[in-house]
């Protein structure tokens, strides 16, 4: 069998697809989010889904809201406290504790880039921070009970 090249119109058709993802992807704003009103700086981007669901680096997320976390790399294990709340979960686990009594995540934590995600309606849950997401402006704005919001 004989290599036959690609065609005129496959080329073209493949070209045109490119160029619409590239301007799709050039276009997409990224996901900002603020904790009480304060930008959440990350070196890892949060990842939204198609649906409403927005994932953000927890080790931020924890810091801004004034939260301790410990990880172990090995077992990929997570323990995250904030006041007297507790929360234990497990990368790639659906299962996971709220101050000991089992809770089951719609999504398991993931990693990207060496960070672990989680999905901002697991924090909502565990510890009461208001969410909301603006799809418009691709805004998370995750306030705190008993904070003043910055501007």
């Excluded at 659906?94 to 960070?115: D, E, I, Q, S, W």
């Amino acid at each position: 069998m004989r290599y036959k090249p690609p065609g005129l119109l496959a080329v073209a058709v493949t070209a045109a697809i490119a160029v619409a993802v590239s301007l799709a992807i050039s276009v997409a704003k990224p996901v900002e989010v603020r904790v009480d009103g304060q930008p959440m700086l990350t070196d890892v981007a949060p990842v939204r889904t198609g649906a409403e669901t927005v994932y953000v680096p927890l080790r931020p997320l924890s810091d801004a809201l004034g939260a301790e976390t410990r990880y172990d790399a090995k077992s990929g294990e997570i323990f995250m406290t904030r006041g007297d709340q507790s929360l234990h979960l497990k990368i790639g686990d659906v299962h996971a504790t709220l101050n000991g009594m089992p809770m089951t995540l719609k999504h398991a934590p993931f990693r990207v880039r060496g960070r672990a995600m989680i999905g901002l309606h697991v924090v909502q849950r565990a510890f009461g921070v208001r969410v909301k997401f603006d799809k418009a402006t691709s805004r998370v704005d995750v306030d705190t009970p008993g904070s003043a919001t910055a501007p």
